[in-house]
């Protein structure tokens, strides 16, 4: 059976230590239930495929604090170029890909390639050394904190439950306010 986005992202909340989360699409209205940390940034409106790019962008100016990014399986097909990005600039990025098959925010529509296509292999083969697959929760939860420990780049493909009907979540702050609790966390001064 496989777990739902609520369990996935329940157990990444458990083993997310002091790393900043960002989260795009479906998990946006997911994660607020299990965090409400300055170090918390939600990528709504999102370019779908980016936050990996975002991601990688907040590890290489700062070190203090790694990367977790929770993509959806249709957002990394947007952009799979990000992943050998994040090889040609290793730093503490954890890319966290929840595969449902699903465009759930758009009405459902199947992604392509959904069920065939292999997110793991995919990023082994764009030179990710640390590669993890988990198709249970009780999987997740047994890597959960491993992946999350050690060097980036990391990548976990999740193969969680698709919820059709869903619509586009909010951001729980406005963009503006996001960015200034990011920034006061960080020390980084506010314009």
Partial sequence: MLMTQQQALEVLASHRGDNIVVTTMSSVGIWP???????????????????????????????KHGIIVVNGDGCMLMNLGSLVTLTQNPANVYLVILEN???????????????????AQIAR???IQRVYDCDTL???????????????????????????????????????????????????PCS
């Fill in 33 to 63: 239930q299990f965090s409400d940390s300055p170090l918390d940034f939600a990528y709504i409106p999102s370019a779908m495929g980016h936050a990996p790019g975002l991601g990688l962008g907040l590890a290489l100016a700062q070190k």
């Fill in 101 to 119: 098959g699903l465009y759930e925010v758009t009405g459902g529509q199947k992604v392509a390639g959904a069920g065939r296509t292999d997110f």
């Fill in 125 to 127: 083969g764009a030179g």
């Fill in 138 to 188: 009780a999987g997740w939860q047994d890597a959960s904190a491993q992946v999350l420990s050690g060097l980036g780049p990391v990548v976990v493909c999740l193969k969680v439950e698709g919820r059709i009907g869903q619509k586009t979540p909010k951001a729980p702050r406005p963009m503006r306010e996001q960015i200034a609790r990011l920034k006061e966390a960080l020390h980084i």
